[in-house]
């Protein structure tokens, strides 16, 4: 079962950086998408400044492994295994 913070990022699609206290929105149908956005002292996420080119790459690849660590329907590799096409 994976991490509440793993699954979280996942679900949100805001991947933080390793301290946790920044993320980059990458989910395409937020007003967020591509803005660096820095975590709140109560939890929420508060937008810093639009994300640089190489800070949304590197968000998108390590969400690209979260799902290889999380097999979810969203993950071609699962979609392999259940016989689905990739």
Known sequence: ??????QRQIDS????????NY????DA???????????HADGGW?????????EISAAKT???LLLVIVPTDRCPSHESEQGGEV
Do not use: F, H
């Open 1 to 6: 079962m994976p991490s509440d913070k793993i």
């Open 13 to 20: 699609k805001i991947i933080e950086g390793r301290d946790g």
């Open 23 to 26: 993320g980059v929105c990458i």
């Open 29 to 39: 149908d937020s007003d967020w998408k591509d803005w660096l956005l820095q975590k």
């Open 46 to 54: 508060v937008t810093l400044r639009k994300a640089l080119p190489s």
């Open 62 to 64: 390590q969400y690209n």
